[in-house]
């Protein structure tokens, strides 16, 4: 709730910068705060000097919206307004020298937290139905994101540290060699956390699908090494060619044309005697619909072939001819009605 325009009759520069109205405004200005702080400056003009001075001290720490989403920024202020106090209400007059001391120290507190909020913060990127991304690890390494997928990782590697990632959904990374000779140090160490499964790699091209209780790892070239969270002293090496696959508890490995396997980063989808049960369980993930068939007999039909990714009512429409059956998107309902022609 907003103060009395004579709550502001004794305000300092101090006070201004600890008033959380006063902060929004500078921050965030609209017509009705404008108007509020208008009135404010014309009831007391002797109060303009402070209100420039408290403006510019936090517009100088205007950094801090780059890198601090809006809840971030509310909850900040929040908590300095929950554990800063500048000036109890008493009867005592508090020299000017000690107001404008405690304002610095409040801005330093500011410039502290908002320090540590960059240098700490994660990057959290999603795709949604029906697109993919392509991101740069701060390392250099590329990760092509599937629709429907998330990643999260530190904005800021220390180039001490192990490289991590952690993905849910399906995304395919190309990762940046470091290690050339010698014993591996820790920041040549690349690790992507995906479900229940760990991987390790040096530097190498893979696929990692981690969707319906079933993380899968499908390796291309290089090599990498798969370890669980409940279990790190076991380890699965993957060679080129080779995919693993967790579910239900166990770790298991089988070969497969991990080309065709990760073919959807270039916009092409293979399918060799795939049910169509399978295929639909993709579409749900990748374009947000649930399925519905008229005939379950649909579910056991199977599909050969390599068709374009690119467009989704041509990719259906191209199993559709395939099958003899027609796949509608009904776009208020989000289901995929599937029925035999």
């Excluded at 920024?73 to 307004?81: E, G, K, P, R, Y």
């Excluded at 001391?101 to 410039?111: F, M, R, S, T």
């Excluded at 502290?112 to 990127?125: A, D, E, R, T």
Aim: charged letters at 25%.
């Amino acid at each position: 709730m907003k103060k009395q325009l004579s709550d502001y009759n004794a305000y300092t520069l101090a006070d201004l910068i600890n008033d959380e109205a006063f902060i929004l405004w500078v921050l965030q200005p609209d017509e009705t705060t404008n108007t509020y702080w208008q009135n404010i400056q014309k009831a007391y003009p002797t109060l303009n000097p402070s209100i420039v001075s408290a403006r510019e001290i936090v517009l100088s720490m205007r950094f801090e919206t780059d890198s601090l989403s809006a809840p971030e920024q509310q909850q900040l202020w929040q908590n300095i307004a929950a554990k800063t106090v500048l000036v109890k209400k008493t009867g005592k007059i508090i020299p000017m020298w000690y107001r404008y001391a405690a304002a610095a120290v409040v801005v330093g507190i500011l410039c502290c937290i908002g320090i540590l909020y960059s240098v700490n913060q994660k990057v959290n990127i999603e795709t949604p139905y029906g697109e993919l991304k392509n991101i740069t690890l701060p390392d250099g390494s590329i990760v092509t994101l599937n629709a429907n997928s998330n990643i999260k990782y530190d904005k800021n590697w220390d180039k001490d540290e192990i490289r991590e990632v952690w993905i849910s959904g399906e995304a395919f990374l190309k990762v940046n060699h470091l290690h050339k000779t010698g014993k591996i140090q820790k920041h040549e160490r690349f690790i992507v956390h995906t479900g229940a499964v760990n991987v390790e790699v040096l530097g190498t091209s893979f696929n990692v699908n981690d969707r319906r209780g079933r993380t899968e790892v499908a390796l291309l070239d290089g090599k990498i090494s798969l370890g669980l969270n409940a279990d790190a002293a076991k380890q699965l090496i993957l060679a080129p060619g080779d995919i693993a696959e967790y579910a239900n508890g166990k770790l298991i490995k089988k070969p497969i044309n991990v080309v065709e396997y990760a073919s959807w980063k270039d916009g092409k989808l293979y399918f060799r005697n795939v049910p169509m049960a399978k295929i639909f369980d993709y579409f749900e993930d990748i374009y947000g619909y649930k399925v519905v068939v008229d005939d379950p007999k649909i579910l056991e039909k199977r599909l050969s072939g390599a068709l374009s990714a690119k467009n989704r009512d041509v990719l259906f429409k191209a199993i559709g001819l395939t099958l003899n059956i027609s796949i509608t998107p009904k776009e208020d309902s989000r289901e995929l009605v599937v029925t035999s022609k």
